[in-house]
């Protein structure tokens, strides 16, 4: 008898080899109160995506402009409010130029796609999946450096035989949540005529005494032959992302940029709320000073427990706890105990490495901190039964 064709069996094979392993991920459908638990999960470092300032902007913003921008920027999408934001994420970052995108992973393609086409480029392993697959976008000959390694990076740009080159690289590092050599990294790209390319995601409204970014901290802003990449959805409580650079950066990826040119523009809620974060930021600059107390604090108490972490140049506190399962067990046990913790396994961090990524807060108080230690306790405990 012929046999049926089962075009999906591979599928459901490979979900079940996933789910062994340990690695199946499931959706889950938070709620406004997100059960009442402290959150160590998300990326709002500030506390701004619930601040009645943010809320307001958007609300305003909508009703003006309506829910959606309607089209790709190039079209209808671009409205006044995006060139407001633009304007002012210049100011505050100290850049020559600015380009609103929809995501942030939108600008990383953007950026990265077009400005190393045709170009050697040289990506960091620590990169954000963003980066990994913008590079795989460029369709450039890509090599990976190891982690914070600037002798491979000028080894890798002294030995191109491309005519141009691009260095890509985060500022903080998305779990591990250090900080990668700037100044060092800037130095090799002068000395070998490279461009660098720095994702600002997890330190705009974090690194510096006013939240200005890692780039900015390192006294490169006005480098032009640095760009910059940001997220709009993580310190500034919105959405969207942005690339910040010299004007001959922004007008190749306004024509070139895919991930621009075929994509609909940020909702206008979305921009207002952004430029509402940007003037807070302004306004309270000892912001983030608070979130580097706070993970400062965090990666104190895992130590003290026992727990592997590293020191955080930002929000980002990792737990290391080796196997998937152990770091699945540990958001559990948080959970049991109050704390929402994200939980990260392969491909998201390399095997051996699953871990628990603990993001810190402004606006964690101590009774919080004190909720987050029986927490950790629980999760040391565990760690020593298994």
Not at 19 to 43: F, Q
Not at 53 to 72: D, H, K, P, V
Not at 116 to 124: F, I, M, P, T
Request: glycine share 8%; net charge negative.
């Amino acid at each position: 008898m012929e046999q049926t064709p089962d075009p999906l069996a591979r599928f459901r094979a490979a979900a079940a080899s996933r789910e062994a392993a340990g690695l199946k991920r499931t959706l889950r459908a938070r709620t406004p109160d997100d059960d009442g638990l402290i959150d160590l999960a998300s990326n709002d470092y500030l506390g701004l995506a619930r601040d009645e300032r943010l809320m307001e902007a958007a609300i305003a913003a909508t009703r003006t402009w309506g829910t959606g921008s309607t089209g790709s920027r190039l079209v209808t999408g671009s409205t006044a409010l995006h060139a407001r934001l633009e304007a002012r994420l210049c100011a505050f970052a100290e850049a020559e130029g600015s380009l609103v995108f929809s995501s942030g992973y939108l600008a990383n393609l953007a950026a990265v796609a077009a400005l190393g086409k045709d170009a050697l480029v040289v990506s960091e392993a620590g990169n954000h999946a963003s980066i990994v697959d913008a590079c795989r976008l460029s369709r450039s000959r890509v090599v990976v450096t190891p982690h914070r390694d600037v002798t491979a990076v000028e080894k890798a740009l002294a030995d191109r035989h491309e005519d141009h080159a691009i260095v890509v690289t985060d500022a903080v590092f998305s779990v591990d949540g250090d900080l990668a050599p700037l100044a060092e990294l800037h130095a090799a790209t002068v000395r070998q005529d490279a461009l660098l390319v720095v994702d600002e995601a997890h330190s705009i409204g974090v690194i510096g005494p006013r939240g200005q970014g890692a780039v900015h901290a390192a006294g490169l802003a006005a480098e032009p032959g640095v760009v910059r990449t940001l997220t709009l959805s993580k310190s500034l409580g919105s959405q969207g992302g942005a690339v910040l650079g010299a004007p001959e950066v922004i007008q190749t990826l306004v024509d070139t940029g895919r991930s621009f040119i075929f994509d609909t523009g940020l909702a206008p809620g979305s921009v207002a709320a952004a430029l509402a974060a940007v003037d807070i930021l302004h306004n309270q600059p000892e912001l983030p000073g608070y979130v580097r107390t706070r993970a400062r604090e965090l990666a104190s108490m895992a130590r003290e427990l026992g727990l592997e972490t590293n020191d955080p140049a930002g929000a980002v506190v990792p737990i290391v706890l080796g196997p998937p399962e152990a770091a699945l067990r540990a958001a559990l046990v948080c959970a049991e105990r109050g704390v929402r913790a994200g939980c990260f396994r392969p491909p998201s961090v390399p095997v051996g490495r699953s871990c628990l990524r603990l993001t810190a807060r402004a606006n964690l108080s101590s009774d919080d901190l004190a909720v987050i230690k029986g927490a950790l306790t629980a999760v040391a405990e565990m760690k020593v039964t298994m």
